[in-house]
């Protein structure tokens, strides 16, 4: 039987690396779309290694794109590279602006270019939400981003839908909420928690210093986000999807359940805040509501946020333990 291939960008990232998990599952020849850097990390993709071919492509170059695609001859693109935090895109918004949104571009320009049969998954976020216009948001909520990766983000949404309606090409959209899983980068909030809880834990640190306590996300779990993305590939017509899980949590709760794991109740004396880790404009509020994705994709979430902190608190003691 011909195998399927699929080329994944940012594949050293959260994401990247489960949606290769799934597809080499699925029977797929996965390629991954890798950056040069002086020191490769590689943490998340040590056990892919001989199972799935590295390629050389920034987004930030037009050729080296066209290339990759030339090389893999994949069926399927997923881009999932990003200058994906959102805290730094305040400090270098042009390099966040080029990535996330002329990157899309270029990619799509690359896909047009090579002129074979591509289905093409762009990875949107609920951050084009921002200041929401209304809760929960669904496909159809007015987009009013609050920060330059927001606004990339947004760019790199309309161009996807926009070639789609031009060229008659494959394109889909997954207007991903906050997800999380073991393998989040650790300056993200939920991993800079459970990484910190763990610490305290095995006494290798006293307090967790972090910004702004009250902002309210809609959290999930990695693994079953990326299952939706190969969903909305798989379908005979491309369109886009809001994928969450309905609920929200304000950092406080995460706080909660995250002591509570390690049986701490009132984790007062070990969480200090500072300014410095406050954005100049803050998303307040995410709730999404993904029935869109119920209804014709069949997806819906499969991991609570308590079970998701507990995974991810025990995979870091157990890590922080063999060092
Ligand atoms: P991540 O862990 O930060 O991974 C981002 C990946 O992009 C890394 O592999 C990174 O490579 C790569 N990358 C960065 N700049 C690049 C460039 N110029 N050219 C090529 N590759 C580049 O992000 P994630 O959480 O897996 O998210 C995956 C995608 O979904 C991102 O587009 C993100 O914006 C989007 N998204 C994420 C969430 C979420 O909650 N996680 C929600 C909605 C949407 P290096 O290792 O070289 O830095
Ligand atoms: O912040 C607050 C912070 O950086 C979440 C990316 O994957 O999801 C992610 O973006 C909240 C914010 O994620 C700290 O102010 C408080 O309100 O974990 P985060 P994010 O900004 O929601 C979306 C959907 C994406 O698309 C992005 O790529 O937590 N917060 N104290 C803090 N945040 C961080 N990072 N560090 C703190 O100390």
Redesign the pocket.
């Known amino acids: 039987m011909i195998k399927k291939r699929a080329l994944i960008t940012g594949i050293t990232g959260m994401d990247g690396s489960h949606l290769a998990d799934l597809l080499l599952e699925k029977g797929y020849e996965v390629f991954g779309m890798e950056r040069r850097t002086s020191t490769p990390n590689r943490t998340n993709i040590e056990h892919l290694e001989g199972k799935i071919t590295f390629v050389n492509g920034d987004l930030s170059d037009q050729m080296s794109l066209l290339r990759c695609l030339k090389k893999t001859k994949p069926d399927e693109v997923y881009n999932l590279a ?1 200058q ?4 730094a895109s305040f400090i270098t918004p042009e390099q966040s602006s080029d990535v996330d949104g002329l990157g899309v571009l270029r990619m799509l320009e690359a896909i047009r270019e090579y002129g074979k049969p591509v289905k093409f998954y762009q990875a949107s ?3 084009m939400f921002g200041k929401v216009q209304e809760t929960p948001q669904k496909e159809t909520t007015t987009f009013y981003p609050r920060s330059p ?1 927001g606004v990339a ?1 947004l760019y790199g949404h309309w161009i996807t839908k926009n070639y789609r309606e031009s060229y008659g090409m494959f394109n889909c959209c997954g207007i ?3 997800h999380e899983s073991e393998r989040r980068g650790v ?4 991993r ?1 928690i459970t990484d910190g809880v763990a610490r305290i834990h095995l006494g290798l640190q006293d307090k967790i ?5 009250d ?1 309210k ?1 809609d959290w999930g779990y990695a693994p079953d986000y990326v299952e939706a993305m190969w969903l909305m590939v798989q379908q005979d017509e491309p369109d886009d999807y809001v994928i969450s899980t309905g609920k929200t949590y304000s ?1 406080r709760e995460f706080l909660d359940y995250s002591f509570k794991h390690i049986g701490i109740t009132d984790w007062s004396k070990y969480v200090g805040q500072d300014e410095r ?3 100049p404009s ?2 307040d509020l995410l709730r999404g509501d993904s029935s869109k994705a119920l209804k014709n994709l069949g997806w819906k979430p499969k991991t609570s946020l308590e079970e998701m902190v507990g995974k991810m608190i025990d995979n870091d003691i157990k890590q922080l333990g063999e060092k």
């Not at 300056?187 to 939920?190: G, L, S």
């Not at 210093?209 to 306590?213: D, E, K, S």
């Open positions: 990003a994906s935090f959102v805290y976020t609920s951050e990766y983000k991903l909420f906050n300056e993200f909030v939920t800079k210093v972090l910004g702004n306590l902002a996300r950092i880790y406050m954005r803050e998303v």
